[in-house]
Every structure is written in structure tokens, then in C-alpha cells.
């Protein structure tokens, strides 16, 4: 356990590598940019500039990776002006006339708790918050918190003073509170640590003419900021055919004792680090008992079965009573039903597996930090890609085990398959997102990119991979098969192939399930995840958890003369998918607040897809690990 610790604390004292900070100097420009609106309750993201805010005269776009395009990141430029430690208060941003048209949008917006995100120096804004808890000798403690994002409005309600209940008011001032470190010492300059944003609505009266930037307010001056309580600013419930809508912000530097590499921590401590110590204790019990389970089978068992087994005797009655797994030693690598499909799957799995492996590997060293937009998902999906030379070599390793020989019409399934479906539902998906007009649809060109990373590189690596798997000898059961299938007994109900594979998938997802909590509410609540540590150790966890009960529930079968272990297997540890998407439907019914069909539809149609990965990756490391496990019990007994 201590070794643990030690692993999860240099994984999160670690920073991205490659990043160097940014020195800035007294007066020097920095850049607020603008990012996608986002709401929990719709998961469709919009461009900033869908909602008619204060446009610069040209609006660019910066260069954004592929996985920022699939996240539907829009990342442009802004008109708010900020210099280095200059402060500023109640200055216009702009003034803009809305139609009812114009405020419609923005109200449906808010009642759908629509979030902007802003971008200052590669940082995310931030909302802090604070929550009552109660310490160890019944204190009442405040904890701070934050949150991404901002709110672009609120529903009026008796609890805000000054707001009419129904009613929407938008948030059309901000307090940049932008957080400063300084170190003669170390560099010269000021480095941005940490960039927070407090939201506020008010309706803005001018003093005299407007005079553009130049105008005076009643409601804010240099000397009487922007506090909470003033009169709001309505988009809804308006009289008039058009309203006055005055922008304006602050700009606040705050000197700051965080170091520019640890400047990430505010939003990565989001989560209570006991809870993953939890459920990594929860699951090493599992693990442990499992073991135990497996350590008495072969320890004592299977020690004894091969001293009886190869035992030389003479008895022929003895023989003839002989029982257990070794009585199907001709019929228990005897190929099973369907053996291309299985062999694809497995293939599939061995691809899932190296991706998600690799993956792991990259984020607990740092390299996929949130600091790096866009790069766990261009992680992922090249790492896909690449991976598909061990799902053709292992997948045809298995394919001419069970003497098949017509390995490019499988191989061409193997890479097709799973991206087939997954690209199949995404397009569908894709096209009903872009029908709300939403930047989290893929454009036309990013679809295209996909194709050709899946026909130009995915399906060559595939068939390179099976073409060197074909090229050497296949490989040769311990045990051939018998001539003819031997009759397999008549199975109790608690053995029965339904009930086994369900209670096999129970616990390696009760191995997993809390870290999946966590990275669904990073997925469907817009929160961060970066516990890879805690991560890793669970995947390992997970893998053991599947291996361990696989081959256990093997062995049983065996133990009862039924050898048709090959599906079983898969199917044992691929069944914690069954319980992953029920714990989806779980998540959606009681974390989720969606409020359109086209969400539900993401919602259930992503989960789908992620479970489906679940099954093919927990299927193949029980399958895999059965196989040698079987390979050897039999090539460690004498047989006739």
C-alpha cells in the first residue's frame, strides 16, 4: 500500500512535459479567448459567438488538434482588453441593441444552464464556490471549491434579490480575477497561475450620452464596483421591441504563492482523493479473496488431481471410475461454435487492450494533461489505430489454432468490425447533433480524417499483423482432439452457462465501478479527471479481478465434464459490460438532468459504444488468460 501512495503522489507532483511557462511583463497584452458554451442537461456544445455578444471586428479561430474538433472545442479570439497588473473597473466592453429574437436565444440558453468558458495564458476559468461541512468535533468547516466555466445566466427566484421568479437575466459583467506568481529569483516577470471569473447581471444606466468607451455609468464607477444585489438584467418578460444591453468587466491581479507547476491543482483537486483509496481498498479485497480462491485450486486440488492422474495403474475398475476434468482431455481444445467471430473478438480485444495500456502508460507520465487540450481523445483514437497490427497477429494466432486457413476474408472482418459499429453510430449521432446546429457535430473534412486514418493505416496494420501471424507454424494443442465429441453429462442449474457468465461479470466491475463513476461525471458533467494514478492501479486491479474469475469458473466447468469452456470464458469476464451499461442507465436516471431527445440519444448511444470496448477488452484478458490456463492443466498430466 505504501507503494501505492508513493506511485499516485509523483504522478500528481508531475507535470506535462514540453510546456514551458510564459514570462510576462509589466503592461504586456494577454489574450482572453473564447471557448464553446456548454450545459450538463443538453451535452450539445455552441460556438461562443452563436449567441450575439460583443464580436470583435474579425473573429479567428485557433489552430485546434483533432481531438479538440471531436470534443467540439471553438476556441477564437475576444474583444476584452487585458494588460499585465494593470487593474481595471466598470470598463465597457460594448452596447448592444437586442430584438426579441436576440434575447429568445439567450433566455432558452440560460433555461438550459448554458456555461461559458474562457480561455486566459492556456488556463480555463474557473467559478469558486464554497461548502458547509462539519469537522471532526462537530465544527461547521467552509471548503473551497470551483467549478469550470461560468453561468451566461439565471432563472430569477424568491432566494435573488431584485428578481422577478420566471424570469431570465443574463450575466453581463464579470471580475477577471486573474492570479499572479512572481520570483526574481528564478525568472523575471510575472506567470499566470490561476484565472477565475465571478459572474454578475446588472442593469446599466449611462450618465448623460452614450460616448462609447468613453461613457460614464451610474451603476458602476472606478470607485463603486459591480456587487451582488443590484438590479438584474432581463432577456425575458420584456415589454419593449427592443433592449439595451451594456457589457461590461474587471479586470483584478492577485498575487499568488502557487508555483506555475502546480497551477493545474486547483481544478484537478475537484474530487476527494479518499474515495479513489476507497475503492482501490475495495477492490484489492476482491482480488485477495479471489487468490485465495485460485491459490487452494492449485495448491491443493489441482496437486493432487495430477499425483492421482499420473499415477500408473493397474486397476481397470479404478479407470473406469476415474472422474473430473481430465476425462475431456480429447475433447477440450476441440474448436467451438463460430470460431471466426470469436477469433475476431479476441483479436479486437487484443487491440482495445493495447490502447487502453498505452494510454495509461502516456497520462500517468504526464504527457496527457489537461493543460494539452484535446490529447487524451487524439490519444486514444491513434493509439486505436495503431494498435491494430497486434489485433490482426493475435486474432490469427487463434484463427490458425483452430486450422482455419482463409485468414484474409477474417482478417478483413477483424478490421472492420468494432470500427465499422462505432463509426456507424457516430455518424448517425453525428447527424442528428448537426441538425441542432450544434460545434459538437463533426464537420465533413474531420469525418473524412477518420476514414482515412481507419482504411489508410488501421486495416494495413491489421493485415501486416495477421500476415506475420500466418507465416509461422500454427500453433498446436497440448492435447489433440478426439474423433469423436464425448458426451457431456447433464448439468445442475447452478451450472448452467446463463447463471455462470452473469455472477463472473459481477466482480470485476465491482473492482471498477467507482473510478467509472468518476470518469462518467468527467464525461456527462464537464468536471476534469486526471486521478491516472489511481486509474492504473485499478486497470491492473481489473485484470487480475478478470483473469482470476475466469479461470476459477473454468474449472469448475471442467471439474464437470463440460468442455465447452471457449465462449464461457469470454463471455465470463466480458459480462461486467452488462453491468456497466446498467449502471449507465442508473447514472442517467439519477445524476443526469437531460431535458432533449437528441441528449438522451448521445447519452445512450456513447455508453453503448464504451460498453461495448468494456466487453471486447475484459472478454479477451479472461479468454486469454483461460486459454493458458488450460494449456497447463493438460500439458502437465499423462494421457493415453
Same mark, same amino acid.
Given at each position: 500500500?505504501?507503494?501505492?501512495?508513493?506511485?499516485?503522489?509523483?504522478?500528481?507532483?508531475?507535470?506535462?512535459?514540453?510546456?514551458?511557462?510564459?514570462?510576462?511583463?509589466?503592461?504586456?497584452?494577454?489574450?482572453?479567448?473564447?471557448?464553446?458554451?456548454?450545459?450538463?442537461?443538453?451535452?450539445?456544445?455552441?460556438?461562443?459567438?452563436?449567441?450575439?455578444?460583443?464580436?470583435?471586428?474579425?473573429?479567428?479561430?485557433?489552430?485546434?488538434?483533432?481531438?479538440?474538433?471531436?470534443?467540439?472545442?471553438?476556441?477564437?479570439?475576444?474583444?476584452?482588453?487585458?494588460?499585465?497588473?494593470?487593474?481595471?473597473?466598470?470598463?465597457?466592453?460594448?452596447?448592444?441593441?437586442?430584438?426579441?429574437?436576440?434575447?429568445?436565444?439567450?433566455?432558452?440558453?440560460?433555461?438550459?444552464?448554458?456555461?461559458?468558458?474562457?480561455?486566459?495564458?492556456?488556463?480555463?476559468?474557473?467559478?469558486?464556490?464554497?461548502?458547509?461541512?462539519?469537522?471532526?468535533?462537530?465544527?461547521?468547516?467552509?471548503?473551497?471549491?470551483?467549478?469550470?466555466?461560468?453561468?451566461?445566466?439565471?432563472?430569477?427566484?424568491?432566494?435573488?434579490?431584485?428578481?422577478?421568479?420566471?424570469?431570465?437575466?443574463?450575466?453581463?459583467?464579470?471580475?477577471?480575477?486573474?492570479?499572479?506568481?512572481?520570483?526574481?529569483?528564478?525568472? =523575471?516577470?510575472?506567470?499566470?497561475?490561476?484565472?477565475?471569473?465571478?459572474?454578475?447581471?446588472?442593469?446599466?444606466?449611462?450618465?448623460?450620452?452614450?460616448?462609447?468607451?468613453?461613457?460614464?455609468?451610474?451603476?458602476?464607477?472606478?470607485?463603486?464596483?459591480?456587487?451582488?444585489?443590484?438590479?438584474?438584467?432581463?432577456?425575458?418578460?420584456?415589454?419593449?421591441?427592443?433592449?439595451?444591453?451594456?457589457?461590461?468587466?474587471?479586470?483584478?491581479?492577485?498575487?499568488?504563492?502557487?508555483?506555475?507547476?502546480?497551477?493545474?491543482?486547483?481544478?484537478?483537486?475537484?474530487?476527494?482523493?479518499?474515495?479513489?483509496?476507497?475503492?482501490?481498498? =475495495?477492490?484489492?479485497?476482491?482480488?485477495?479473496?479471489?487468490?485465495?480462491?485460485?491459490?487452494?485450486?492449485?495448491?491443493?486440488?489441482?496437486?493432487?488431481?495430477?499425483?492421482?492422474?499420473?499415477?500408473?495403474?493397474?486397476?481397470?475398475?479404478?479407470?473406469?471410475?476415474?472422474?473430473?476434468?481430465?476425462?475431456?482431455?480429447?475433447?477440450?481444445?476441440?474448436?467451438?461454435?463460430?470460431?471466426?467471430?470469436?477469433?475476431? +473478438?479476441?483479436?479486437?480485444?487484443?487491440?482495445?487492450?493495447?490502447?487502453?495500456?498505452?494510454?495509461?502508460?502516456?497520462?500517468?507520465?504526464? *504527457?496527457?494533461?489537461?493543460?494539452?487540450?484535446?490529447?487524451?481523445?487524439?490519444?486514444?483514437? +491513434?493509439?486505436?489505430?495503431?494498435?491494430?497490427?497486434?489485433?490482426?497477429?493475435?486474432?490469427?494466432?487463434?484463427?490458425?489454432?483452430?486450422?482455419?486457413?482463409?485468414?484474409?476474408?477474417?482478417?478483413?472482418?477483424?478490421?472492420?468490425?468494432?470500427?465499422?459499429?462505432?463509426?456507424?453510430?457516430?455518424?448517425?449521432?453525428?447527424?442528428?447533433?448537426?441538425?441542432?446546429?450544434?460545434?459538437?457535430?463533426?464537420?465533413?473534412?474531420?469525418?473524412?480524417?477518420?476514414?482515412?486514418?481507419?482504411?489508410?493505416? /488501421?486495416?494495413?496494420?491489421?493485415? +501486416?499483423?495477421?500476415?506475420?501471424?500466418?507465416?509461422?507454424?500454427?500453433?498446436?494443442?497440448?492435447?489433440?482432439?478426439?474423433?469423436?465429441?464425448?458426451?457431456?453429462?447433464?448439468?445442475?442449474?447452478?451450472?448452467?452457462?446463463?447463471?455462470?457468465?452473469?455472477?463472473?461479470?459481477?466482480?470485476?466491475?465491482?473492482?471498477?465501478?467507482?473510478?467509472?463513476?468518476?470518469?462518467?461525471?468527467?464525461?456527462?458533467?464537464?468536471?476534469?479527471?486526471?486521478?491516472?494514478?489511481?486509474?492504473?492501479?485499478?486497470?491492473?486491479?481489473?485484470?487480475?479481478?478478470?483473469?482470476?474469475?475466469?479461470?476459477?469458473?473454468?474449472?469448475?466447468?471442467?471439474?464437470?465434464?463440460?468442455?465447452?469452456?471457449?465462449?464461457?470464458?469470454?463471455?465470463?469476464?466480458?459480462? /461486467?459490460?452488462?453491468?456497466?451499461?446498467?449502471?449507465?442507465?442508473?447514472?442517467?436516471?439519477?445524476?443526469?438532468?437531460?431535458?432533449?431527445?437528441?441528449?438522451?440519444?448521445?447519452?445512450?448511444?456513447?455508453? *453503448?459504444?464504451?460498453?461495448?470496448?468494456?466487453?471486447?477488452?475484459?472478454?479477451?484478458?479472461?479468454?486469454?488468460?483461460? *486459454?493458458?490456463?488450460?494449456?497447463?492443466?493438460?500439458?502437465?498430466?499423462?494421457?493415453?
Amino acid at each position: 500500500m505504501a507503494l501505492l501512495a508513493l506511485l499516485v503522489s509523483c504522478v500528481s507532483g508531475f507535470y506535462l512535459p514540453g510546456v514551458a511557462p510564459r514570462d510576462y511583463l509589466y503592461g504586456e497584452s494577454v489574450e482572453l479567448k473564447v471557448n464553446k458554451l456548454d450545459s450538463v442537461h443538453t451535452q450539445l456544445p455552441y460556438d461562443f459567438y452563436s449567441l450575439p455578444f460583443c464580436t470583435p471586428p474579425k473573429i479567428e479561430e485557433s489552430s485546434e488538434n483533432l481531438g479538440e474538433v471531436l470534443s467540439g472545442d471553438r476556441i477564437e479570439n475576444s474583444m476584452y482588453k487585458i494588460s499585465v497588473k494593470v487593474i481595471e473597473s466598470c470598463k465597457i466592453l460594448c452596447r448592444k441593441i437586442y430584438t426579441k429574437e436576440d434575447l429568445k436565444h439567450f433566455e432558452e440558453k440560460i433555461k438550459e444552464e448554458y456555461r461559458i468558458n474562457w480561455i486566459v495564458d492556456n488556463l480555463p476559468a474557473a467559478t469558486r464556490f464554497y461548502t458547509q461541512e462539519f469537522g471532526a468535533e462537530g465544527e461547521i468547516e467552509y471548503s473551497t471549491h470551483y467549478e469550470k466555466g461560468f453561468a451566461l445566466g439565471f432563472m430569477g427566484s424568491e432566494n435573488i434579490p431584485g428578481s422577478v421568479t420566471g424570469i431570465a437575466y443574463v450575466n453581463n459583467h464579470v471580475r477577471l480575477n486573474l492570479y499572479y506568481h512572481e520570483d526574481s529569483a528564478s525568472f =523575471n516577470g510575472f506567470r499566470i497561475v490561476s484565472f477565475e471569473v465571478e459572474p454578475f447581471s446588472v442593469k446599466h444606466e449611462v450618465d448623460g450620452n452614450w460616448k462609447e468607451h468613453h461613457t460614464k455609468l451610474l451603476t458602476c464607477t472606478p470607485l463603486r464596483k459591480v456587487a451582488a444585489g443590484m438590479v438584474p438584467q432581463p432577456v425575458s418578460g420584456i415589454s419593449s421591441e427592443k433592449e439595451e444591453v451594456i457589457w461590461t468587466y474587471d479586470v483584478q491581479w492577485v498575487k499568488s504563492d502557487v508555483k506555475w507547476a502546480s497551477r493545474w491543482d486547483l481544478y484537478l483537486k475537484m474530487t476527494d482523493s479518499q474515495i479513489h483509496w476507497f475503492s482501490i481498498i =475495495n477492490s484489492t479485497a476482491i482480488v485477495l479473496f479471489l487468490s485465495a480462491m485460485l491459490a487452494m485450486i492449485m495448491m491443493r486440488t489441482l496437486h493432487r488431481d495430477f499425483r492421482r492422474y499420473n499415477e500408473i495403474e493397474d486397476d481397470e475398475e479404478a479407470k473406469r471410475e476415474e472422474t473430473g476434468w481430465k476425462l475431456v482431455h480429447g475433447d477440450v481444445f476441440r474448436a467451438p461454435q463460430y470460431p471466426t467471430l470469436l477469433c475476431v +473478438l479476441v483479436g479486437t480485444g487484443y487491440q482495445l487492450l493495447g490502447m487502453a495500456l498505452t494510454t495509461l502508460i502516456f497520462a500517468v507520465l504526464g *504527457f496527457l494533461s489537461p493543460a494539452n487540450r484535446g490529447a487524451l481523445m487524439l490519444a486514444l483514437l +491513434l493509439l486505436f489505430v495503431f494498435m491494430g497490427v497486434f489485433a490482426g497477429y493475435g486474432g490469427t494466432r487463434l484463427y490458425r489454432f483452430f486450422k482455419l486457413t482463409d485468414w484474409i476474408k477474417f482478417t478483413f472482418w477483424t478490421a472492420v468490425s468494432f470500427p465499422g459499429v462505432c463509426f456507424s453510430i457516430f455518424f448517425v449521432l453525428n447527424m442528428f447533433v448537426w441538425g441542432e446546429k450544434s460545434t459538437g457535430a463533426v464537420p465533413f473534412g474531420t469525418l473524412v480524417a477518420l476514414l482515412v486514418l481507419w482504411f489508410g493505416i /488501421s486495416v494495413p496494420l491489421v493485415y +501486416l499483423g495477421s500476415y506475420f501471424a500466418f507465416k509461422r507454424d500454427p500453433p498446436q494443442p497440448v492435447k489433440p482432439p478426439s474423433l469423436i465429441p464425448r458426451h457431456i453429462p447433464e448439468q445442475a442449474w447452478y451450472l448452467s452457462s446463463l447463471l455462470s457468465i452473469l455472477i463472473g461479470g459481477i466482480l470485476p466491475f465491482g473492482a471498477c465501478f467507482v473510478e467509472i463513476f468518476f470518469i462518467m461525471s468527467s464525461v456527462w458533467l464537464h468536471q476534469f479527471y486526471y486521478m491516472f494514478g489511481f486509474l492504473f492501479i485499478v486497470f491492473i486491479i481489473l485484470f487480475i479481478t478478470c483473469a482470476e474469475i475466469t479461470i476459477v469458473m473454468c474449472y469448475f466447468q471442467l471439474c464437470h465434464e463440460d468442455y465447452h469452456w471457449w465462449w464461457r470464458a469470454f463471455l465470463t469476464a466480458g459480462s /461486467s459490460a452488462i453491468y456497466l451499461f446498467l449502471y449507465s442507465i442508473m447514472y442517467f436516471c439519477t445524476k443526469m438532468e437531460i431535458v432533449k431527445t437528441v441528449s438522451t440519444m448521445l447519452f445512450f448511444g456513447y455508453m *453503448f459504444l464504451i460498453s461495448l470496448g468494456f466487453f471486447l477488452m475484459t472478454g479477451t484478458i479472461g479468454f486469454v488468460s483461460t *486459454f493458458y490456463f488450460v494449456e497447463t492443466i493438460y500439458g502437465s498430466i499423462k494421457t493415453d
